[in-house]
């Protein structure tokens, strides 16, 4: 079933389509990583989902809650880590997650049982009396994780939380996003990470310039990327006239090379292309050291998709 609808949202800002017409569901139960490049949209429409942006054109609904009609429903059900910090640093940790378990309506013994228990779950039961100041980026990271979730809403967004923090830090924080959905959240996880992002959604959706360019499971991106194989070739010389031949074979997409003698090669998928090429090689006289197959991966489907690289630009 369907928890969040997305349905032809538009965000502008001046003439600009910062958010084009985004249409996208999101499952109950899913870790739904939202991946793209530096200014694709990620934000925008996290925003406007939390209700910090006001919808342009289209709507999103949560459990059925329009943002525009319900606004209060939907946050209710939402808890968000911002990318930006938000705790202050004259409150000690436990005050924090106090004021937004206020602004949430909590209180009495629930209000404090909570608290406990999330900074618990962040790792910071320890720390509970002392102010934010004195923590790492990493502790504020996770602190800012607690005021997000004490009031156990049923989708969780995280906004890049992962973004300049320590390897054990963001090593922790991973690992509290799949017990969050383990304990029955639903999670919409942005990043420019795409290792980050594939090594922990369940689905995955890519954005660019405002648009969903594609979604779908890991399996299911993988198959679209097609037949294609990438492979590295170490050898012990190169020569014109070689890569010359090379580039006019048919089933021989490109070949580059990368690094003095290291070439990169895409091929179709064929029975004969990689013998062809190592034929070529041979009637060269250039000996091959070694053969290496590059296992696709998200950004082979990014630039596949869009000319460009992700990670160029993240
Ligand atoms: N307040 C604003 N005024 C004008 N343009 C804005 C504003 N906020 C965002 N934009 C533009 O909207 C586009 C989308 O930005 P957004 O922050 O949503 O991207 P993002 O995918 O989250 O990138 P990042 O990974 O850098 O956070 C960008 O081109 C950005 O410059």
Do not use: W
């Not at 013998?275 to 696709?296: M, N, V, Y």
């Amino acid at each position: 079933m369907s928890l969040v609808h997305f349905k032809e949202v538009v965000k502008k800002y001046d003439t600009t389509l910062s958010v084009n017409h985004l249409s996208l569901a999101i499952h109950e139960g899913e870790i739904f990583g939202l991946l793209g490049p530096n200014g694709a949209g990620k934000s925008t429409s996290i925003h406007m989902l939390s209700g910090l942006l006001s919808v342009d054109g289209g709507d999103i609904t949560v459990e059925g809650y329009s943002v525009r009609k319900a606004p209060l429903e939907v946050k209710r059900r939402i808890g968000l880590v911002p990318q930006d910090l938000a705790i202050y640093d004259s409150l000690t940790a436990a005050e924090n997650v106090t004021f937004f378990a206020r602004l949430y309506g909590l209180g009495g013994k629930l209000l404090r049982e909570r608290v406990a228990e999330a900074l618990e779950f962040v790792g910071l039961q320890d720390k509970a009396k002392a102010k934010p100041g004195t923590f790492s980026g990493g502790m504020k990271r996770r602190l800012n994780i607690a005021c997000a979730i004490m009031h156990r809403p049923k989708l969780i967004i995280m906004d890049e939380p992962t973004v300049g923090i320590d390897p054990q830090s963001r090593n922790h924080i991973l690992e509290s996003v799949r017990t969050l959905n383990k304990l029955g959240s639903t999670i919409i996880y942005t990043s420019h990470y795409m290792e980050e992002v594939e090594a922990i959604s369940t689905r995955v959706g890519i954005m660019d310039r405002g648009r969903l360019i594609v979604s779908g499971t890991k399996e299911e991106l993988r198959r679209q990327m097609g037949q294609d194989e990438q492979l590295i070739l170490e050898v012990d010389r190169i020569t014109e006239e070689a890569m010359a031949e090379i580039a006019r074979h048919p089933r021989i997409k490109s070949a580059e090379e990368t690094q003095p003698r290291t070439l990169q090669v895409v091929l179709e998928e064929s029975a004969t292309a990689l013998q062809d090429l190592l034929f070529i090689l041979h009637k060269h006289g250039i000996g091959l050291s070694k053969l290496t197959r590059i296992e696709p991966d998200l950004e082979t489907l990014f630039l596949q998709l869009t000319g460009r690289s992700l990670r160029d630009r993240s």
